[in-house]
């Protein structure tokens, strides 16, 4: 592999950096991050009452589909940490057009489903990241790809509905093995992309340390919370009439593939977090003692009553665009491989 050289934070001035997606997983992370460096953060939602963001962000409303929202948002803006949410790419030409205006870097939150060298992205998923990556390509302005593999943080939208409600988790493919990655590992590296020199023109694929099965990653997150948890396989037919309630068909096929393929491939590790960052990758254990509130029992945990059907819709509205198995939809997202 080729060494990456660890490109150090420049806080020396005062840069303004717009988050988009900042109330999901990696987005929170990268805006707490930034703020650790001095950098003044901007946030874009559409509804900026209920971001429950830091009092020192900027939040401010716009929509990244409606083009006449963007130019007082970018206005100051001198780097854009994109997570696209919109199931198509239509979008994203006029709000990278906004962005030209302003900005002159952009971090994109891509997936490593995308496939170089190829002529057709054959997986929704990467044809969906691979399309914005081109245009952000042709954008004119410096750019940064991040393409992580499968986020530690699916097992709460996969397994958390089963773990509160018992010990039992049924799901299919547990030999499959990935080696899952920490949003905050993710936010790390789009940080020194965001603040840091010699990002431009990189294609970072992210993957956590180790690879587990989810057999094996289902036990990790029992012992993070003190319980023995049992992994019970189901059939994948049997798994597809359960995940339809999660999220839609096109991506439960691609996952079921995937995981397929997983039982037998070795799984994707890259050092990309560490040379980078200069730490090593936090492993899935550290994930899952940091999310054991997500899978505590309903009694153990008052205020926090197992995922009901509001709860998985909209967890269903943020995971359906990122990615299989590294990150659904928004950034509580998945990619098709790790």
């Not at 963007?70 to 997570?83: Q, R, S, Y």
């Not at 054959?122 to 991040?146: C, M, N, V, Y």
């Not at 499959?176 to 590992?185: L, V, Y």
């Not at 790390?188 to 603040?195: D, E, F, K, S």
């Amino acid at each position: 592999m080729t060494s990456i050289n660890h490109h150090e934070i420049d806080t020396s001035a005062q840069t303004l950096i717009l988050i988009t997606g900042a109330t999901g997983n990696v987005g929170r992370q990268v805006v707490s991050q930034l703020l650790g460096t001095g950098a003044r953060v901007r946030a874009l939602t559409r509804n900026p009452d209920s971001t429950g963001l830091p009092h020192e962000v900027d939040v401010v409303r716009g929509d990244l589909s409606v083009r006449d929202t963007l130019d007082g948002c970018l206005d100051g803006v001198e780097a854009v940490f994109l997570v696209w949410r919109s199931p198509t790419a239509e979008a994203a030409l006029a709000f990278l057009e906004a962005v030209a205006k302003h900005a002159r870097r952009i971090v994109f939150l891509s997936s490593a489903a995308v496939r170089d060298g190829v002529e057709r992205q054959t997986e929704p998923i990467g044809k969906l990241h691979a399309d914005i990556e081109h245009l952000i390509e042709q954008s004119g302005r410096e750019w940064t790809f991040l393409r992580p593999g499968g986020f530690a943080t699916n097992a709460v939208w996969w397994w958390s509905p089963q773990i509160r409600a018992g010990d039992v988790v049924s799901w299919p493919y547990g030999a499959a093995a990935w080696a899952p990655i920490h949003e905050r590992d993710i936010a790390a590296v789009a940080v020194r992309a965001l603040t840091g020199e010699g990002h431009g023109g990189k294609k970072y694929t992210l993957t956590g340390p180790q690879s587990l099965t989810q057999r094996d990653q289902v036990h990790t997150i029992g012992e993070a919370i003190g319980r023995q948890l049992r992994f019970e396989e189901i059939s994948p037919e049997d798994a597809r009439q359960q995940m339809l309630a999660l999220m839609p068909p096109s991506i439960v096929d691609v996952l079921l593939e995937t995981w397929a393929r997983m039982t037998t491939e070795p799984a994707l590790l890259t050092r990309t977090v560490a040379e980078i960052t200069g730490a090593p990758a936090r492993t899935f254990r550290e994930w899952a003692l940091d999310h054991g509130a997500d899978f505590r029992l309903a009694s153990e945990n008052s205020g926090f009553p197992a995922l009901g059907r509001q709860d998985r819709s909209s967890m269903r509205g943020e995971a359906n665009t990122q990615s299989g198995l590294s990150s659904p939809a928004s950034d509580r997202t998945m990619s098709t491989r790790s």
